[in-house]
């Protein structure tokens, strides 16, 4: 099997869905509000290293357990479906398409099901609760999420992210590779030049 690897968020969308997600909830229900200073000590414990981001992730979804989450994600979407960039709607796609991703699945499963994404895999939290289960998909997770899904194996032909820092990782997978810069401008570049080593490919 051949395939491309897709990040998702500031790659298929200008911007990060899941927290752009939370300020939609928070002017759709404004009784989320009330759940602010919250979201205020966690993000001060986070700036000052006290936690780390994982655990931080871990609870920044607890409004979902609030919310008619289904409906809400819904809204979210017929909101923001056409933010995704042109290139990557489904007719613009040449090969099978692997999106893996550090957003939530209860929110990406919606926007996977409507641009028609072979393959979904991103970080998983609890629907009612939105307590963060497993790890964060991220760096060399998204590696091992990956390999778990092919187990046997499958020929990466691209691999697209906004960030040559954090999507190292997959970047090694593909035999070319493309960043995505701000406004959706796709660029190649060569994975050896760029970071002084051989890709896994």
Do not use: Q
């Not at 289904?70 to 979407?77: L, S």
């Not at 035999?175 to 080593?197: L, M, N, Q, S």
């Amino acid at each position: 099997m051949e395939l491309d690897i897709y990040d998702f968020d500031k790659t298929v969308v200008p911007y990060d869905s899941g927290s752009t997600f939370l300020i939609f909830c928070f002017l759709r229900y404004p009784y989320l509000f009330l759940l602010l200073p919250f979201y205020v000590v966690m993000g001060l414990l986070l700036g000052l290293h006290v936690i780390r981001l994982d655990r931080f992730k871990k609870h920044i979804f607890v409004f979902i357990r609030f919310i008619p989450l289904k409906k809400a994600v819904k809204a979210f979407w017929d909101k923001h479906e056409k933010d995704v960039f042109d290139w990557f709607l489904p007719e613009n796609r040449e090969r099978y398409t692997v999106v893996i991703s550090a957003s939530p699945d209860f929110l990406l499963k919606e926007i996977a099901a409507r641009l028609k994404i072979d393959t979904l895999l991103c970080t998983r939290h609890d629907p009612k609760t939105g307590t963060l289960l497993y790890n964060n998909c991220r760096g060399e997770e998204k590696v091992r999420r990956f390999f778990e899904a092919f187990p046997d194996g499958a020929k990466v032909n691209t691999v697209y992210s906004d960030s040559y820092k954090n999507d190292r990782p997959i970047f090694s997978l593909g035999h070319a590779c493309v960043h995505i810069e701000k406004g959706g401008k796709r660029t190649p570049f060569d994975y050896k030049e760029k970071y002084g080593e051989a890709p896994r490919a």
